[in-house]
């Protein structure tokens, strides 16, 4: 004699989407972050190229550059640039590796397991954030070896860090647009050369009053001329003016846009 009553099921996998994705994302977190350690080379030149930047014009160009009205030593009025060079031209690399997925067969390995779609390109900005907010740290560790002596406040160190991270995940977020709209990993390193020369032609190495003029109202008006400004402000007790606005504006408005579009893109490319 048997009996239909009520049988207990294990809870699926899925019963909770919102836990899952999050399990989803530190996994595959950690993988990217795993595979960026192994690439030693790639490691050793998103640190090593700023700092060397950074010492030539120190030691080569210095003396020969003015600060213009700020009136701070050049390697005080540089370093803030350098940290912006290093922590955006190692996010910009964000596109070359999820094109290295795509092109190499991991999204297809992906679409065969029950992981949340928009979790993959999240999971690269994720562990971009991570690994270059190290990068950057080193570089600034460097830069206090050169003489670098910030005037920061807990509070201003806490801002930098945040002003920082922002422009790592905007930076990221918009590498992953560019990394899913080219077909080839070639393609999508090219980004970062972009990222590494758009700060040269802003308040980065020199006063952008020394500039011919179409060239300085470019400068005066791309995002990286107040980002610098504003770490310039925290580390050095220097007058912010609008520059905070105009940051939080630049990267809020680029990571609001460049989310929503890379999940929107990666459905796409992962299904067709």
């Known amino acids: 004699m048997s009996t239909n009553g009520p049988t207990t099921r294990k809870p699926s996998r899925r019963a909770w989407p919102l836990a899952t994705a999050v399990g989803d994302l530190y996994l595959l977190s950690v993988r990217a972050l795993r595979r960026d350690t192994r690439m030693l ?33 050049y390697i005080d009025f540089v370093v803030p640039a350098v940290i912006v060079m290093c922590a955006g031209y190692g996010a910009a690399t964000t596109a070359a590796a999820l094109a290295e997925d795509l092109t190499g067969g991991m999204i ?11 979790v993959v390109p999240v999971s690269h900005v994720v562990a971009s954030l991570g690994r270059n907010l190290a990068a950057t740290a080193a570089a600034l560790a460097a830069a206090l070896v050169m003489g ?17 991270g922002g422009y790592i995940l905007a930076v990221s977020a918009l590498a992953v647009v560019w990394g899913l709209l080219v077909r080839s990993v070639q393609a999508a390193g090219a980004f970062s050369f972009v990222v590494l020369f758009v700060p040269y032609i802003s308040d980065a190495f020199v006063p952008v009053e020394t500039m011919p003029t179409g060239l300085r109202a470019f400068a005066e008006h791309q995002p990286t001329t107040p980002l610098v400004q504003t770490l310039r402000a925290l580390l050095l007790d220097q007058p912010l003016g609008n520059a905070g606005r105009l940051t939080a504006a630049w990267l809020l408005t680029a990571t609001a ?16």
């Not at 670098?148 to 920082?164: G, M, Q, Y």
């Not at 846009?257 to 929107?264: K, R, S």
Request: charged share 15%; aromatic share 10%.
């Open 148 to 164: 670098f002596r910030p005037e920061a406040t807990t509070s201003d160190w806490l801002l930098v860090v945040a002003v920082v």
């Open 41 to 73: 080379d790639a490691v050793l030149v998103s640190i090593a190229l700023p700092v060397l930047i950074m010492a030539t014009f120190v030691y080569v160009f210095g003396g020969a550059i003015h600060t213009g009205a700020s009136g701070l030593a």
């Open 257 to 272: 846009l460049c989310v929503p579009l890379a999940a929107t893109l990666f459905r796409r490319r992962a299904t067709s």
């Open 108 to 118: 297809d390995r992906f679409r065969t397991l029950p992981v949340t779609d928009w």
